[in-house]
């Protein structure tokens, strides 16, 4: 069962890749041009037509899932990215990581809550007062620091149960 899982996955993400490219593109785009040059061919039958509607209905209907997939597999990833830093940063409110859970009435109250922030911030006529490279440094030194202190305490906390 997992190597269909691992083969569906493999195949999914090398379409996803293909699909979003410019060779996919400029085939597709090729295809187009040389249904519409072969209309005279085909006196612009209603097979002709029916051939290039049957084809883009098909592609599309397949592409809707593929889509659907990589966003899923997209939204998922941000999303543990953004537990992540909520989860590293001390000043941040667990109670955001699984927010994506929440009713479309609990984001809005929260969303309001986020845009009176948003004003504040934008009260501030500087934006580099909060946002220079020297405090993102300030603050990653301290964040070390601090996973420092508390990695030597649980470290000399370890050695004192072993005694």
């Known amino acids: 069962m997992s190597d269909k899982n691992n083969f569906f996955e493999k195949f999914s993400n090398w379409a996803t890749k293909f699909t979003g490219s410019s060779k996919a593109f400029i085939g597709a785009t090729l295809i187009v041009v040389i249904w519409a040059i072969s209309g005279p061919l085909f006196n612009y039958s209603e097979t002709w037509q029916l051939v290039i509607n049957t084809g883009t209905t098909i592609i599309t209907f397949l592409m809707v899932f593929l889509i659907q997939k990589a966003q899923n597999k997209d939204s998922k990833a941000i999303q543990i990215k953004l537990n992540e830093l909520l989860a590293a940063n001390e000043k941040a409110s667990n109670r955001i990581v699984d927010i994506e859970d929440l009713t479309e009435k609990e984001l809005d109250e929260l969303h309001c809550y986020y845009e009176k922030l948003a004003d504040f911030a934008e009260e501030d006529a500087d934006i580099h007062s909060s946002h220079s490279i020297d405090a993102a440094k300030r603050n990653q ?21 072993k005694g």
């Open 141 to 161: 030194d301290y964040k070390h620091d601090l996973f420092r202190k508390r990695h030597d305490e649980w470290l000399q906390k370890q050695g004192g149960k």
